[in-house]
């Protein structure tokens, strides 16, 4: 067998994932003296048909306009590896070839059965977990549908996905939303790729993250493959977090969708959050590094996350409305709001690297903030800063988040919140008695109410 | 604009415009021989009439001109395309669809709510914060729908633990009708997280004051236009797709009954026989070609439905389901479309998986006798007789195998393996590769990739 079917030699599987790569595959070319009739179906692009001669496999069947032979061996592949009891791995000729109908995939068909098989697959055959006895195990030369490598190009390359791609697709994404330019088709496609995508990011970063915070190894995170894509010198790292931001924050008129594309929008916002919160992980993990001292030059210096996102949502109330209506995960979304109103806040004392000031650190936490808009003068200053909308939006926001939050000293109880924002918000009335509150200020206090009579 | 030129369809679309002459031919004709025989002669064709167009050089009669050249090359194309057809091959392709659904109806919801006598507005209009807020009944409505739109009302009701009945039905409903997004998938998330508090171990679960029955989700979806009994047309549903297509509200339909059977463990909400009848509409939902956007939502609701049996009800509800679904499902592309989405992921679904497959071939061998005798009268079956259904062979190549090899049946009795290799060497063996009838070379292939993993194992 040649070199791809290495990477399975651990899972002792061999002569089996051998008889069977060829077999699929085969299945693949079968297609025969058809092709000719498919080159018909890709009228636009009759010049890169020509070129496909040149391709290995994949290409043969993606081109078909029926998809049957796609599905075929889509189907062959989850009755060997998904269906028996003890399945047999793909091979990674067979991960690129079903990666290949995702990425060229002429039906929505072949797509969705493709996007589900890979998910499936993943979840089955893992290639990077938490083994039983807490250590993290990676797969050796496993499949990825990324391509972080030289610059040669081949076929195989030709199917994944490399860092400018993947910028690209962001971009994409961020342009596509009210476009309709572009077939649904290729929509529909980008959509599922992009889910894909930070699918594998996430199943490869969040054990690996785990056994760092236990164990404080870096390269475990520096080798994780969220790492190796934003390190990449083709990804403007700035740009990148910008187009996630203005994709979330887009406006989606559901009502003129089809009921496909509207549920796929939803799952490509929830996998743009999944990756904002990965990213804002990877920086908290790696400034608890550079903290230790065990990262070094190589790692580059990269601005976080949160500041690009924060600088991004200030100034524009439309925007931060809508990203944090949009953005739920909580714990990122508290750490949003609370480095927003620390910039605006008076510091009490001067802070030093590392200390343990009990002062400095209540500004940190959203009581902290909260009470220092019980102070007429703060309120006054901050709401002429930032404005009262603004205000009502960002602590109504952290109090929904703080909702979901748990985790609670006493201080920092629910009913301690509660009664912080209802006086900071009576409080933002006393110092100006014609402030309007928003029908979500109001909600806010509502609520605040609410729970206070509940708990009571 | 370039009358001289090819017309547009002419030029692009040579998949239907082989020669008239190729009948005689022998067998082995690639595309491209029609394909340039076709050319040749419409050239001639162009040629001809330009001649003609230029010996008149009367533009006013371009219009009638081009119309009967285009019904001269419209029903050449026609004649093309029957010879083609007879020819073979193209009717290899046939497609799985059905149309499930017809005309929405006006929702008549048997959900009655009053929301001015929502405690949750009264109490709060009755505290002294109101002074800040200013709500009153008038606006109670619209508070509501604020409250809910942004998740303070999931997350009021999950920190209280509590949930009146008037919210329940309101946002069931909202659910359920609602045509705004937002309003719809808000209070799907809201009964999503109150339900599944009921089965979380840490904290405490929501106290419901009401809880929705089948009934209701049965009625929407009747509403939503869904047919007990499909049309089977599947041009008809491609060509009316838009007005066939349920609103947006099935989405949260389909999460709802997904965690409704989730937790049915713990609080059952559905009788034993409803569920048998939401894994059915699950299914034929699978079969819309409309819905298909929709496969992974309906897939993983189906895991849900038929994970929520309890273990002694399965077998027989599983027996139930399949059943019922063999009898009624189309006996062509469908039956094999139904099989492949049941993903076969976990043991639920490879049983479901196999016990359907099973149903389906006795079905169409209309057969009641042992495996062995059924096995024995598939490999009964000439291939190389001409009136032998190969379309038919190739259902049944894809049936068994899921039928054996979804489950330990093969552990259990050894010789249906045999037998069934047997069977996939016929397939392969008795048509040669040079067979041009409708579905020869996918039943040969299919069983020769078929038996390689029968042989290897």
Redesign the interface.
Known sequence: MSKETKGSTSRAMNS?SG??EA??L??LD?T???D??DA?ED?TSSSTRLNQSSFSFPYKFIYSS?G?IGL?FL??V???S???EIGIPPTNKMYQAIFGVLRFGRT??LI?AS??LLT?LHQ?FPWVYISNSAQLEIVDEAWSPFNFGSDVDSDEKEISVRSSRFQQLIQDMNKGVNESEESDLKI?RNKFLFEYLVHVLKFDFTPRNQVYQETMNWSLLKESSLNLLLASRRVNFKFLMKDCVSTICALFD??EK???????H?GTLSAMKELLAMIMELDASKKKADMEGITNRGDGVRTPAMEIIVDELTYDGYLLSNFL?VF?DSKWKLEIVIQYLTKYIPKPSVRTRRSSNPQAEDSKTLNGILRTFSSGTNAKNITKKIGSDIVQILVGHAF?AR??LSDSNEDDS?TEICKSI?SA??NL?RVDSKIE?L??G??????A???L???A | MNLDGPLDFESEDPLVNPPASVEKRKKVIGLDDLLSDFYKEKSKLIDKQNKKRKASKVYDSDDDEQHSQEAVISKYVDQCQNQMNEIGGEEDIQEWGLSMFGDQKTPTSSLQYDLDSCCLLKEFMNSQLNSLVDLSPDDGANFLEGLLVNGWLKKLVLTCGRVEAIICKWTLNLLLYSPKEDLRSSACGLWCSILLSQTEDDGAPVEIDWIPNYQLLKEALGSYGFKTNPSQDVELAEADSESQVPPQNIRAWLKFVAVCCQIRCKNPIFSTSQVEQLAEILVWLLLDRGLQGLSLLLQECLISVIGSFKEEEWVSSCKNIANSLASRVPQDMNCLRIVESVSGVDARSKHLRSLISYQMIVVLLDHKDSDEKLMSSLMSINLKEKSCNLFKTYIFLVLVENWLFSSKLVEEKPVLKDMWAVFLRNCSCQISSTDLRPFASKVRTKAAYLLQGCISN
């Open positions: 089996y008889g069977l077999n699929t085969a299945m079968s025969g003296a058809k000719n009739r018909n009228r029926d049957i075929q189907e062959a989850r009755a060997a998904l269906v028996p929505l068909e969705t996007f589900q499936q089955r529909l559901a009502d089809s009921i496909s594309l509207v549920d796929l939803k209506q739920d929904l909702l979901t629910i209802i918000f009576t009335k509150f029908p979500f109001k909600e806010v206090l509502f609520t109410e609410m729970v009579k509940a708990k």
